[in-house]
């Protein structure tokens, strides 16, 4: 017999419930070579990952980021559906959670417009109850400040919610917020990296996740 370990479930979304790191590294490796005709190292671009797109090109790029952000976001609009991918397990797992009476949402740095074309191409649109894009609180992660929303939205503590995610901001969001704290290694996080930040576990498929949120109920 099997329950749940915590009764609210959010998610991270890039890399976490659908496989959009090919089309975020495409999306910024075709800004920076046609505004800028240069490019960045992989491991640089996958480590902006997890952060809000404007602050982060602004940061790396001061002055341009107004106009990379426009690029990026044209290029990633028109090449979305096509470079996009499910997560195998991820959709049966929504199901399964809100079966066992879970509650799910989904906390993340895009914009919520974005974030909803995304679950809407991998079939998840149905399966989340609330969703915290980047305009719901002015402070994004590693601030809990975006977590905390979710949550509250849906009436939960955060000692009844956990944060799944695929970067170190997720882990370090989720712990700021008193909440638990599960990474998974399909994104953009290094293992390594991602054990180093402290969540409960580190899992590598759908199916160690499913084992960590449905614990095994005890006498």
Partial sequence: MTSLRWPVVLFDFDGTL???????????????????????????VRSWIGRPLQPVLEERYPGRGAELTEAYRAWNLANHDDLIRTVDGVPALLDDLHAAGARTGVVSS???????LGLRAVGLADRIDV???????????????????????????????????????DVEAALAAGMGALAVTWGAGLRAALEAAGPVATVDDVAALRAELFAAARA
């Fill in 131 to 169: 969703l915290a894009g980047q305009e719901a609180t002015p402070h994004h992660k590693p601030h809990p400040a975006p977590l905390l929303h979710a949550a509250q939205q849906l009436g939960a503590a955060p000692q009844d919610c956990v944060y799944v995610g695929d970067a170190t901001v």
């Fill in 110 to 116: 895009k914009k919520a417009e974005t974030v909803h």
């Fill in 18 to 44: 659908a496989d959009t790191i090919p089309l975020i590294v495409a999306s910024y490796r075709h800004t920076l070579t046609a505004v800028l005709g240069e490019e960045a190292p992989e491991h640089e």
